[in-house]
């Protein structure tokens, strides 16, 4: 039943909003015309009493001198299947207030707060119907906090950077954070809880970053558009769910699937849409023994394409990314995407007959369009370059805008701006018709809308091993999973064997290569290393990349700390089989793994293990690989070297 409240004459309302448990509460006030909220877990203050509002040009703030028309409540109960990922089942398990609200005074413009409260976070937005005397605003500033205790530590990432979101993850205390940041934007508070400030469902509108306000106050600071507003939005219109997530622990924060509880179902079959693992000719390039560009060492030519896909079949790999492929790379091509061209082919390079000889052969390619955010040229070429991929059976693509700035209609924007946003929705809503899936590089964050859009299997959105060589840290790989993984899967290009390189050495040991495939999700799983490399020197360990399944049933984060380590138990969506692994920062660790979460009966263990002298720097090669019978009542002494790791499968015998 809906609770309907006739409230016009009250001028303070006090209401709270609990989770399911209990245990969660989110306090709304409106106060001489003002609205604020606050969260409590028990008896213990996570978020103050916070501003809530707009500012839109031309008109006064939307926010202040208001009173309550009516409320609505409403109690939500539900288990969601999700077609592919971490886990297969979610539950969406909420009690929501809306509260309608209005301004007491002309122009008595009119708009919605809806709260939902989980047992793991409090999630709200603001709903603006059409007005009376308007059906369009332009947002000048949203005024949002989040107002945490100035003490609460912080492990964040620079907003407005040339690199977007590819840097390294600093910690820092909430009280030094006057530049913006982005989201998630995970946090500890002085009480000992965890939270982690994002947002779900970002359509048509710029991507949120938050920043200490002038009340030394966290508050939104929305991705402005070249002309210096936020948002030019037709109504009705409704922002992105403002979330916070709240977790008692750091490890049990990694596993909050409330960005995907906040979209809604698909509207459509994607029952085509298959997750993937690909090699590529993409690593080759990165060590020198190829070029992206035209030439004595062109890697994408028919004859490597070929190769690969021979390669592909031996390796028991189903799909194969080609880059380079196209017109567009001569020269610097970071600054000639302008000339890039993605329906027309190298001379060396036919792509109809390698997609047959792939279809033949029943492996999928990846197709590759990098845009160097030329994205007038690119949205020119759009529905032709799509409908060339599809008329040649390619069903996958990898996209890419690597410059520091999107050009749109003639102007620089930020790729996370509400221009960028809308682009890059543009580019899943097409592929989606074209049966194509996508896997998104320097793209806009994620926001749960993969529930939404199940094609959109993988983005990057945070440094991934193109920045070996140097740009890594071991500690990178354990902050991932408390905050860029967060907003759901990445393609981080796992799997790089050949750790010595000279051009691009890999600051991890080799069996740490193999657990990225189990703690760095992605519903497009590259093993990025050359095939030579996995046939000829390191058979025995590809065989974990051979196993390790790229869609799961249910995801059981067993340990870890910011920044430290990280131990995770995925188990396989198509068999009863688990898979398990850990990272490390540059310190060695043991950790004990307690297998009680298996079913009964007898397990056949793989174990990849660090050796005892490895080392990532001065034995990066030191791997144990063992072999064991395993039940739920054993459990597991792992060693991790520095900046180490482990990969283990469990295999149910019948």
Request: proline fraction near 5%; glycine fraction near 8%.
């Amino acid at each position: 039943m809906f609770k309907w409240a006739n409230l016009f004459s009250r001028n303070e309302i006090e209401r709270d909003i609990f989770s399911p448990n209990g245990r969660i509460r989110c306090h709304f006030s409106l106060n001489n015309g003002n609205i604020s909220y606050s969260v409590y877990r028990g008896d213990q203050t996570l978020i103050r009493p916070s501003r809530l509002g707009f500012l839109i040009c031309g008109e006064d703030p939307l926010g202040q001198n208001l009173k309550l028309i009516r409320e609505q409540k409403h109690r939500h109960e539900e288990t969601i299947e999700l077609p592919w990922g971490e886990d297969r089942f979610i539950s969406n398990n909420y009690n929501e207030t809306a509260f309608y609200l209005t301004e007491k005074k002309q122009p008595s413009r009119i708009f919605t707060l809806r709260f939902r409260v989980f047992d793991s976070g409090v999630a709200f937005r603001y709903e603006i119907p059409p007005q009376p005397k308007f059906s369009q605003i332009t947002i000048q500033d949203e005024i949002t906090e989040f107002n945490v205790d100035l003490n609460t530590v912080a492990w964040q990432i620079p907003a407005y950077q040339p690199d977007r979101y590819e840097y390294n993850y600093e910690k820092t205390p909430v009280y030094d954070l006057e530049k913006s940041v982005h989201t998630p934007l995970t946090l500890r508070t002085p009480n000992g809880f965890y939270l982690s400030i994002h947002e779900a469902a970002l359509y048509n509108y710029g991507s949120m970053t938050v920043k200490l306000n002038e009340r030394r106050a966290l508050s939104t600071d929305i991705t402005p558009l070249s002309d210096h507003t936020k948002a030019h939005v037709l109504l009705p219109f409704q922002t992105p769910w403002r979330l916070i997530m709240i977790a008692n622990s750091a490890i049990e924060l990694t596993t909050n699937r409330l960005i995907y509880a906040l979209n809604d179902p698909p509207a459509e079959d994607f029952s085509w849409v298959k997750p993937l693992k690909f090699i590529g000719i993409w690593w080759a390039m990165y060590v020198g023994e190829w070029t992206w560009a035209p030439g004595e060492r062109h890697g994408a030519t028919t004859g490597h394409a070929h190769e690969y896909i021979d390669a592909a079949i031996r390796l028991g790999v189903s799909g194969l990314l080609i880059e380079g492929w196209n017109e567009g790379w001569e020269g610097n091509w970071l600054e000639n995407g302008i000339h890039n061209k993605f329906t027309v082919a190298t001379s060396d390079f036919d792509l109809p007959a390698v997609a047959r000889y792939a279809e033949q052969n029943g492996i999928e390619l990846v197709g590759h369009h990098e845009t160097v955010g030329f994205v007038d040229n690119y949205e020119e070429q759009l529905e032709d370059a799509y409908n060339y991929y599809a008329a040649n059976h390619v069903h996958y693509i990898k996209t890419g805008y690597a410059g520091s700035m999107m050009l749109i209609h003639g102007r620089r924007e930020y790729h996370h701006s509400q221009v960028g946003v809308n682009h890059y929705q543009k580019t899943v809503e097409l592929a989606a018709k074209k049966h194509i899936c996508l896997d998104i590089h320097e793209p806009i964050k994620g926001t749960g809308i993969e529930r939404t859009w199940p094609n959109l299997l993988s983005r990057e959105g945070a440094r991934g091993q193109e920045y070996e060589g140097g740009a890594l840290s071991p500690s990178h790989a354990c902050y991932l999973p408390y905050t860029r993984l967060l907003s759901g899967g990445m393609d981080y290009t796992s799997g790089i064997l050949d750790l010595t390189n000279s051009v691009k050495r890999i600051s991890t040991t080799l069996a740490r290569q193999l657990a990225y495939f189990v703690t760095i999700y992605s519903g497009m799983q590259m093993a990025a290393d050359r095939p030579f490399i996995y046939e000829e020197r390191f058979p025995k360990e590809f065989n974990f990349i051979h196993d390790v399944p790229v869609n799961f049933a249910k995801t059981l984060p067993l340990a870890g700390e910011i920044g430290e380590y990280y131990v995770v138990a995925r188990q396989d969506r198509d068999s009863a089989d688990w898979f398990i692994a850990g990272v490390t920062d540059e310190s060695s660790r043991h950790v004990h793994i307690n297998l009680d979460f298996l079913d009964n009966g007898v397990y056949a263990a793989d174990l990849y293990c660090d050796s005892d002298d490895a080392h990532y720097r001065e034995n990066p090669f030191g791997t144990d690989i063992s072999h064991r019978k395993v039940g739920r009542s054993d459990s597991l002494d792992i060693y991790m070297a520095p900046g180490g790791g482990f990969a283990i499968r469990l295999q149910r015998l019948t």
